[in-house]
């Protein structure tokens, strides 16, 4: 297999055309609505993947934010490109040591799934031909973009989908790998490189959602196929390791196929409602089509190939499905599944004679309100069932939380493109990367081998604290006495876990604050557990770190306190310790830390509950 990436990092610059923050907000001041239509490139041709998406007819709702303005409702051409986040690109592409074009010229490229409220995304080339040395390998970097980004879906309903237009301009830098990726763990490393290399410039947006990656992945015999958008670094290998396995089980498909002498499907579907009107349940039910016409699709010598083989739960009827739902439908059902959803087995056999199939044959059933929409459907499920005798056919998929794809669209092609006429040209001066160049931020290979080198820590650790942006915050409270081990646990782990809305970003403190929080349990007046309590409350509004542990319930606890709480705890379970011995200090370790969780120690908790056993084993009397 081979791979290749296109990460998009979102930058904190404010947006890329305006001069609006580069923020989220979940204040709405007003919406309108708009429709969208395919329209020709630079090259007057029409691109596949923009045809498709206006055949669906879809109205596009934009609500309006406190975060927006008329150039995000297209009602007032771009101001001249963010300087910030062009000096950040053009920073990324000299730490991959690429090659910065002349002059930069921003493109349109036209989209009309309703992320953009123009019809197209604008878009810059800013640097070819660089690459990345990672753990003994080198990777091309094909190039280095510039663009804006889309829109916030928020919701969906039938025939419309919602958009808010805060997110709309915020900065993304685009690094595309060439396609030297071997393996889905390769994949994810050379993501998390990349990401880190951004975040070394200080202006990288923080939170789930500011980064994501476009994944190309091929297998031999295959076509190329694009997984837009994953959010999460860690799943890139399962989604890599996953469509792999979907291209070999598609690939197997094909030689079956191939061997039975299997050609391409006729379009024509056959109306079939009427030997269906006895199935009482189930989507074919009259009350699941809602009184739709059920039509049928013959498809010669594909009979239980449409099932998943054994071993995998990918399969051909699921690819058919796909297209089905893309243009309406939720879905469609075949034969390889049948009997079942209400539909009984002489009902199958009825509809094997009436579509005059034979043994290696197989069919699929579609129902909607809107019969062209099925009799749609069925095309597309026509044209899906004839590239599979062809094998995999190439296409964009969207990531699903388990780790599958789903089929989007037609891989998008030149034709989209087309000059952004209300902006010149930025030329790029020697001098203008001269200054870049002398004040370049450390490379993250390099810090990683310092920070280890310096602090003791595991390796695990220093990738979390690179790969995450920490290390300003993490060197400064260091440089201020902090322990390297409590800071970094701080930094990775108890502030990322700071509860907040879904789609919030991950919450900021400012490094006074965390000094602040670091000292006070220094000083005893929590335990180190204690800290996400405290983070928790400092998040929600206390002023002072005292204010947020009193909140929390972790006021002091003095060491005499601790003694007698435990001596208490050991005195109340005197059989226990007399029965088990040391063994009681499990569970007893248990009911200790429910009182004082998050107010001292855990091994100053552990030590003194020892001692208060091995005193009441010495001195059994109560």
């Known amino acids: ?45 029409v691109d596949p993947a923009t045809e498709f998406q206006a055949s669906r007819g879809l109205l596009f709702r934009y609500e309006v934010s406190d975060a927006s303005c008329l150039v995000d409702l297209d009602e007032e051409p771009p101001h001249p490109i963010n300087p910030a986040a062009l000096d950040v690109a053009l920073t990324l592409a000299l730490l991959l040591d690429a090659r910065p074009v002349d002059e930069i010229a921003v493109m349109r490229k036209i989209v009309v799934d309703g992320s953009n409220t123009s019809g197209f995304q604008r878009t810059a080339l800013v640097a070819v031909d660089g690459h ?95 997984i ?46 009427d030997r269906l009107a006895s199935v009482s349940s189930g989507p074919l039910a009259r009350s699941g089509r809602h009184a739709g016409s059920v039509l049928a699709l013959r498809l010669p010598g594909f009979g239980g190939l449409l099932r998943a083989p054994s071993g995998s739960d990918e399969r051909l009827g699921r690819e058919l499905a796909d297209q089905a739902r893309a243009v309406g439908p939720k879905g469609l059902l075949h034969s390889d599944e049948l009997p ?35 009799e749609l459907a069925l095309r597309r499920v026509a044209a899906r069932a004839a590239d599979a005798i062809e094998g995999v056919p190439g296409e964009t998929r969207d990531p699903l939380p388990d780790g599958r794809t789903r089929y989007s669209r037609p891989l998008p092609g030149r034709e989209r493109m087309y000059p952004e006429t209300d902006l010149p040209p930025i030329p790029i001066t020697p001098e203008h990367l001269a200054r870049l ?128 709480l435990i001596d208490r705890v050991v005195d109340e379970n005197g059989a226990m310790v007399a029965e088990r011995g040391d063994a009681a200090f499990s569970p007893l370790m248990g009911d200790v830390m429910h009182e004082v969780r998050g107010r001292r120690d855990g091994q100053e908790v552990a030590a003194a509950l020892r001692r208060a056993i091995a005193r009441r084993r010495a001195d059994p009397a109560p």
């Open 132 to 226: 990345l040395d990672l753990d003994g390998r080198r990777y091309a970097i094909d190039s280095i973009c510039l663009e804006e980004d889309a829109a916030r879906k928020v919701r969906e309903a039938d025939g419309e989908v919602t958009y808010r237009l805060d997110r709309l301009g915020i900065p993304l830098v685009e690094v595309a790998t060439g396609p030297d990726i071997t393996s889905g763990a390769e994949a994810r490393a050379v993501a998390e490189e990349i990401g880190a290399l951004v975040r070394a410039t200080g202006k990288a947006r923080r939170g789930i959602g500011t980064i994501r990656e476009d994944v190309n992945v091929s297998t031999e015999g295959g076509r190329r196929i694009e």
């Open 437 to 564: 160049g002398a004040r370049l931020p450390e490379r993250p290979s390099v810090t990683r081998e310092r920070v280890a080198r310096d602090t003791g820590l595991a390796r695990e650790l220093v990738l979390q604290l690179v790969g995450g942006g920490h290390i300003g915050p993490f060197e400064e409270l260091v440089r201020r006495g902090h322990a390297p081990g409590l800071v970094a646990r701080l930094l990775v782990q108890d502030v990322p876990a700071v509860p907040r809305a879904e789609g919030e970003p991950e919450p900021e403190f400012p490094i006074a604050r965390l000094d602040a929080v670091l000292t006070a349990e220094e000083a005893g007046a929590f335990a180190k557990e204690g800290i996400p309590a405290v983070l928790r409350e400092l998040a929600g509004g206390a002023a002072t770190v005292d204010a947020a542990a009193g909140k929390a319930g972790l006021s002091g606890l003095t060491p005499e306190e601790l003694e007698r």
């Open 228 to 273: 837009k958008g994953v959010q999460e670094l860690r799943k890139i290998q399962e989604y890599v390791d996953r469509e792999v396995g979907r291209q070999q089980v598609l690939l197997e498909v094909r030689a079956e196929l191939k061997r039975r002498g299997a050609v391409a499907p006729a379009e024509t579907p056959v109306d079939v409602t």
């Open 340 to 374: 079942a959803f209400g539909v009984e087995d002489r009902e199958v056999k009825d509809l094997r004679a009436v579509l005059e199939l034979g043994p290696d044959d197989a069919f699929v059933l579609v129902t909607h309100p809107d019969r062209t929409r099925a």
């Open 1 to 45: 297999m081979k791979a290749g990436l296109e990460v998009h990092q979102q930058l904190a610059t404010g947006k890329l055309f305006c001069d609006c923050p580069s923020e989220l907000s979940e204040t709405v001041e007003g919406s309108f609505a708009r429709r969208l239509r395919s329209a020709s490139g630079e090259n007057r041709s």
